[in-house]
């Protein structure tokens, strides 16, 4: 049973370029989350992907946005990349559009940008 | 902006003692869940107390949950070098669905 995989581990992009990171989530969830973790702080929501649908967006400006598949896999991309984009972007799935208690985390996209 | 806060930021122990980690938050929940985190890597969910539950045990872990104080704590016993980490605590909304975060707790168990 895979749990949530996230592509690619890594990443180094320049300002102003754009990124997608990818997610799948665990067998037999639908729901996936999108979250941004700067060095030293805890995790912030980006949105969440149900029934191919952005549910719910955090505070997050419009050069993040997302697609979800009907297989459930999910793609985060970033526009206009900015050096405060830096992070580890984290995938959670879930089920029922979240309704479930428990968020199965993957390992983490790491972005830099210089 | 983040709803929780840790204390302490970093804990530092020897193994074999116990560490204590504390969260608060300012909203009503469903419920609270501990994370923990090695080396910026993924989280791994670790034991989730609801709103009507005011203590939850799963192996060395101890969860306790104050809804009057909109407070939590997590207690490891018997710490191994193995646990150090970070650990988060996240908030589930009575509205919504989406964890809200703390800023976490470095612990170091020294061997």
Redesign the interface.
């Known amino acids: 049973d895979a749990g ?1 995989t996230q592509s690619p581990t890594h990443l180094i992009k320049t300002r102003g370029q754009q990124v997608t990171l990818r997610c799948s989530p665990k067998s037999g969830h639908d729901t996936v ?1 999108w ?1 941004q ?1 700067a ?1 030293g ?5 980006i949105f ?1 992907y149900y029934e191919e649908e952005e549910r ?1 967006r ?2 997050f400006p419009d050069r993040f946005s997302g697609h979800q598949f009907p297989n459930y896999s999910s793609e985060l991309n970033v526009n206009a990349l900015l050096l405060g984009d830096s992070a ?1 972007y ?1 995938c ?1 799935s ?1 089920l029922g ?3 479930g ?8 996209t ?1 972005l830099t940008v210089t | 902006s983040q709803q929780g806060e840790e204390d302490p930021q970093a804990l530092s122990i020897q193994e074999g003692e116990n560490a204590t980690m504390n969260c608060s938050y300012k909203t009503s929940i469903n419920n609270l869940q501990w994370y923990r985190q090695n080396s910026g890597r993924g989280l791994v969910h670790l034991i989730l107390i609801r709103s009507n539950e005011r203590e939850k045990h799963s192996g060395r872990l101890r969860v306790t949950l104050d809804t009057s104080k909109k407070s939590s704590s997590l207690l490891i016993t018997a710490s191994r070098a193995a646990d150090t980490a970070s650990y988060f605590c996240a908030t589930k909304r009575t509205s919504g669905s989406r964890l809200t975060f703390g800023e976490g707790t470095q612990l170091t168990v020294n061997p």
């Not at chain 1, 702080?41 to 929501?45: D, H, I, R, S, W």
């Not at chain 1, 208690?101 to 983490?108: A, I, K, S, V």
């Open positions: 949530v989350s979250y973790q060095l702080q805890g995790p912030q929501f969440q719910q955090g505070n580890l984290l959670a879930s559009g979240g309704t208690d428990e968020q199965y985390f993957g390992p983490g790491r």
